[in-house]
């Protein structure tokens, strides 16, 4: 009977399949910084462990075949790969809309330039702060804010669009109006700010993180302003710290959705998160198609949808609008990837995350532990 359960919930599964539009494609966990809120798992895959090319191109190949339409190219440091020309190539040429999520501290002005010849159609490129010593302290790198504004005009001069990303907490959130002003600067078309969302690394330094409400209430306050001032000259999107929310995100448009990753290993994951939850095997692409993935992987088809949700979620009429929130961060707050979005003020234990907020905030910042192979 449980079987037969099962399949009539895979079919239902797949009966409201929608096509993935985007990939993001982790190439390789390599990186020269060592952010202390790094996205990427506690447990780093090696080099030795990652795709080589003809996988990724044919992972492009299947991708395109299921109706994505873009790739994002990310990491670790995309650009640490030898083989990134020949990848955006191959992307453009089939027809994805190709961008470069980068650090920036391996790229130049000569990169740059073959990347927008292979067909790169946009880069966003991370700063730490606004301040040098302070980015630089962040992302434990010597010389790299320097290097990284230096790339930045570069990406302008070879005619790419450029996103700049900002990750704010509490130790760079006093130069946030410094933040915007070099967006200005560096001609971005669009800054992404956004608070730092704890899970791995970020979860492990979430002491050193954790903004105040009131330092929350003033970013919140001077990205409005900006948004207002710099209509027509640069987009602003803000991403706000969940611990202090009301309400759920609709964690990557909703789980399985529209959206994958696939880790540097291949494994096909439906957000760079996932594997945050103990217990889910994700399958890869050296061993299935990409197709066949997205369609029958039992990891995928946990959560896709309404009907694993808990009763609160199940009864509730945002059901369908924020999908139940975000699984990772309800496993890590709970410790069970199927019970309501901690962010969500109905979840039984909504205010015990808004008090270990406050706490975090109000005590001293412990040292960073830093993002590293073996660091975890
Ligand atoms: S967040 Fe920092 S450490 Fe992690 S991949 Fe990006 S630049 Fe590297
Ligand atoms: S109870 Fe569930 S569906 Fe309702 S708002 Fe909260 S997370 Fe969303």
């Keep these: 009977m449980d079987d037969i359960v099962q399949l009539e919930n895979v079919a239902e599964a ?49 991708a395109v075949d299921i ?52 067909g790169l159609d ?29 790339v930045a005009r570069a990406i302008r001069k070879v005619g790419l669009p450029l996103t700049m990303n900002a990750v704010v907490h509490r130790q760079n959130l006093h130069n946030l109006a410094g933040l915007i002003d070099l967006a200005v600067e560096l001609e971005a078309a669009r800054l992404e700010v956004a608070h730092v969302q704890y899970y791995g690394w970020a979860l492990k330094n979430r002491a050193s993180l954790m903004p105040t409400l ?32 009301r309400r759920p995100k609709k964690c990557m448009d909703g789980w399985g959705r529209r959206f994958f990753n696939i880790s540097p290993a291949g494994k ?13 095997q994700f399958e890869s692409i050296r061993d299935y198609s990409l197709a066949w993935i997205w369609e029958n992987s039992p990891a995928l088809n946990l959560y896709r949808g309404t009907d694993w949700m808990p009763p609160l979620c199940k009864t509730c009429d945002q059901r369908e609008i924020d999908l139940g929130g975000c699984r990772c961060q309800a496993f890590a707050l709970t410790g069970n990837a199927a019970e309501t979005d901690p962010a969500c003020q ?3 234990v909504h205010d015990i995350i808004f008090d270990i907020a406050v706490t975090d905030s109000a005590t001293g910042a412990p040292d960073y532990i830093y993002r590293r192979l073996g660091g975890a």
């Design 268 to 280: 096909v994951l439906p957000c760079h998160a996932a594997e945050s939850i103990t217990g889910l």
């Design 14 to 62: 797949q009966a409201r399949m929608l096509p993935p539009i985007a990939i993001l494609a982790e190439l390789t966990h390599r990186c020269p910084l060592q952010c202390p809120y790094c996205s990427n798992p506690l447990e780093l895959e090696r080099a030795n462990a990652e795709l080589p090319t003809a996988d990724w191109i044919r992972a492009m190949n299947e």
């Design 122 to 150: 946009h880069v966003q490129l991370s700063i730490q702060d606004a301040d040098a010593a302070n980015a630089d302290r962040i992302g434990n790198i010597k010389d790299g804010h320097r290097r990284k504004l230096s």
């Design 214 to 245: 009131e330092q929350l209430q003033d970013a919140t306050a001077t990205v409005e302003a900006a948004r207002e001032r710099l209509k027509g000259v640069l987009t602003i999107d803000y991403v706000v710290p969940d611990y202090y929310a």
């Design 67 to 118: 109706g994505v339409l873009q790739i994002h190219f990310s990491g670790g440091e995309p650009t640490a790969r030898k083989d990134l020309e020949e990848l955006v190539r191959h992307a453009a040429g089939i027809g994805l809309y190709t961008n470069l999520i980068t650090s920036g501290v391996l790229l130049d002005e000569d990169k740059l330039q073959r990347l927008f010849d292979a």
């Design 346 to 348: 109905k979840s039984p």
